[in-house]
């Protein structure tokens, strides 16, 4: 959870930092005057996690790269029409996720948005009056620790995220993994927030199903 | 007043807000009602919870820092006075140039 917390400290500082560091605003405001260190102490502040946002999209650490070096690029270049409507994170994000929507275009003909894929997800199976089936209710979070440096387990989270379809996967990952907000992955996603709380949960239910086979099947 | 939860299917469907903690009180209220009274619920919570805990761990990625640096050198070729990993001349323009796209590198 320390992680969660450092990321989102890491989100939002459009304010003056308690570090003494500079906010967001001021060092775009120090960056569209031509203040080239100004540009790349944002750089520096943002990059890790647009890197995280254009891996986890892509799918590709080559693809990333390229991504990456374009969003920043383009947000330089647009620097001027800046206004400060948004916080400067947000647009950044979406400058980098219209860059890795246009290179998975242009790779695989992917759809428009990311909201337009089929959906087949696994869930929790219920009775007709609402109640758990048994076969959801197997309890295998206390086993959870003692296999976490299994390789094994590895594999199936592995396989399990991979199987989900392209959204829920992007969604879940940039939430849970990486720790944006919603509104962030919303912004960047051209998704709601209800949209993305939706896919996230059906992600996490369709996951959840995933490690209790796999848990099931290690006994 | 708000409705109490009877039925495991409505506390499933408010599993993600409520562990984000942003469930409004009365159906967080309504929610641990359900769960003080429904043993598959409680074992369902903590494998949500799980999920989330082993994923994070398994998936977590850090960016590279070789790819820090590329990514410096490569912006100093087009923003002036951006400080670069290797001895890079930068573009003289104060918006780089319009046409240049990102290079491999």
């Not at chain 1, 990486?178 to 919303?186: H, K, M, P, Q, T």
């Not at chain 2, 469930?23 to 359900?34: M, N, S, V, Y």
Request: proline share 7%; aromatic share 6%; with cysteine.
């Amino acid at each position: 959870m320390a992680d969660l917390n450092q990321t989102q400290r890491e989100l939002a500082p459009e304010e003056p930092r308690p570090d003494g560091q500079p906010g967001d605003r001021e060092l775009v405001e120090r960056a569209q005057q031509g203040d080239g260190p100004a540009f790349a102490m944002l750089v520096e502040r943002h990059q890790r996690q647009l890197y995280r946002l254009a891996l986890r999209m892509t799918g590709s650490e080559a693809d990333a790269q390229e991504v990456l070096q374009e969003a920043f690029l383009n947000a330089y270049q647009k620097l001027p029409l800046f206004r400060g409507e948004a916080q400067f994170s947000s647009w950044l994000y979406r400058i980098a996720a219209n860059s890795a929507l246009m290179r998975l275009r242009r790779k695989r003909r992917a759809p428009d948005t990311l909201a337009e894929q089929p959906l087949e997800l696994a869930g929790p199976r219920f009775s007709a009056e609402g109640y758990l089936e048994p076969a959801s209710s197997s309890d295998w979070s206390q086993r959870a620790d003692e296999k976490m440096m299994s390789g094994e387990l590895g594999d199936a989270i592995n396989k399990a995220v991979a199987e989900l379809p392209d959204d829920y996967r992007t969604v879940f990952l940039l939430k849970d993994v990486d720790g944006l907000s919603n509104e962030d992955i919303a912004n960047a996603l051209a998704l709601t927030v209800p949209a993305v709380k939706s896919r996230l949960h059906r992600a996490r239910l369709a996951l959840r199903e995933k490690l209790g086979e796999f848990f099931d099947g290690a006994k | 007043m708000t409705s109490p939860i009877h039925h495991c299917k409505e506390c499933v469907d408010l599993l993600g807000e409520y562990i984000e903690g942003v469930l409004p009180p009365e159906r967080a209220k309504a929610l641990e009602d359900h769960l003080s009274t429904c043993p598959p619920c409680i074992t369902f919570v903590r494998t949500y919870r799980a999920t989330r805990k082993l994923c994070r761990n398994a998936l977590a990625t850090e960016m590279p820092k070789e790819l820090m640096s590329s990514l410096s050198t490569f912006l100093g070729k087009f923003v002036p006075g951006f400080p670069c990993t290797k001895s890079e001349t930068a573009a003289p323009s104060p918006v780089g140039p319009a046409d240049s796209g990102p290079k491999k590198v």
